[in-house]
């Protein structure tokens, strides 16, 4: 490892040994080294080979239901097939070292509940938790083969919806669409874990999307430390005590070993 990198490693570790709560911030990058392809990364971000409004609006759905719940469904049963990876589990790994740990994510997949991360606080909703868009019952989606896999999400996929059983609405993707609201219990949960903690992490997100991407900022205007974890840089840099450089898979690891020596 560059001694620069190590060095950085060793400070960001130091500052989060002597933490006692701790907040995390996830995004699609944690999950890149799974295969879930992120939003934005040139060539395979999602929102480069899909438009955002064609699949990501009520409006969408509404227009063409088997288009957009075809395309969620193709998502859910590729997440299914995907297996968790190490940085997921390292961030699983950190929550018995620290007094308290919050883990918020973007992300509307379960690979960190799969990896043993409990309590997750999910932004923008659940792949898993789809609802009725009349009378918003929710529903457990049920679980396909794992052989149903498919690599890349194409729009092909078109699958009718089901109805809701008690008043015959739609049921729609459990996730949150642009124009809509987060869940303001987990959304208010998110700040006071910021607000409270003495350290957040942030791993995986480009910071572009309000209002999660404004937790970072209010970190920084509460003096808290702050580790930014992304191969790339982002607008979240100017407000991170430390700025780790690389894939979440290599570098989480790599902190927690710096960090908790003894436990490896
Ligand atoms: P983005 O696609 O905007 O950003 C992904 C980030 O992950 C980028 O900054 C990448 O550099 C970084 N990245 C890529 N590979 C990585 C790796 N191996 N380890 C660590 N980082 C890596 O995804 P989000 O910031 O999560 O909203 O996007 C936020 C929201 O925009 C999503 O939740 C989604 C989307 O529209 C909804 O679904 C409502």
Redesign the pocket.
């Known amino acids: 490892m560059p001694s620069v990198q190590l060095q950085r490693i060793q400070s960001a570790a130091g500052m989060l040994r002597h933490a006692t709560r701790v907040a995390v911030m996830t ?4 999950s ?2 799974s295969g879930i392809a ?4 040139a060539l395979t ?1 999602v ?1 480069q080979r899909f438009r ?1 409004e064609d699949l ?1 609006t009520l409006q969408a759905f509404r227009r063409d239901p088997p288009l957009v719940w075809g395309w969620y469904e193709a998502r859910r049963k590729q997440v299914l097939a995907s297996s968790p990876n190490r ?1 997921h589990y390292a961030l699983a790994k950190l929550a018995p070292q620290v007094h308290q740990l919050t883990l918020i994510t ?3 997949d379960d690979l960190h509940e799969r990896a043993g991360s409990t309590g997750v606080l999910h932004l ?1 909703g659940s792949l898993f938790e789809p609802r009725c868009v009349k009378c918003e019952m929710r529903f457990e989606a049920a679980l396909p083969a794992a052989d149903e896999h498919q690599r890349g999400v194409t729009t092909d996929e078109r699958e009718t919806p089901p109805l809701c059983p008690d008043c015959g609405g739609m049921i729609r993707p459990g ?4 124009g809509e609201s987060l869940p303001q219990d987990v959304w208010q949960a998110a700040k006071k874990a910021v607000q409270e903690c003495n350290v957040l992490l942030i ?7 309000q209002p ?1 991407a404004g937790l970072a900022e209010l970190a920084f205007r509460k003096r808290k430390g702050i580790i930014q ?4 840089t ?1 607008g979240q840099d100017r407000f991170a005590t430390h700025v780790l450089t690389g ?3 290599t570098v989480l690891p790599q902190l927690l070993q710096a960090a908790w020596p003894e436990q490896e």
């Open positions: 995004g699609a990058g944690i890149a080294e992120t939003f934005r990364d971000g929102w955002a990501a940085g973007q992300n509307v923008h996730v949150v669409w642009f791993v995986g997100t480009s910071g572009v999307v999660a974890i992304n191969p790339s982002t894939a979440a898979g």
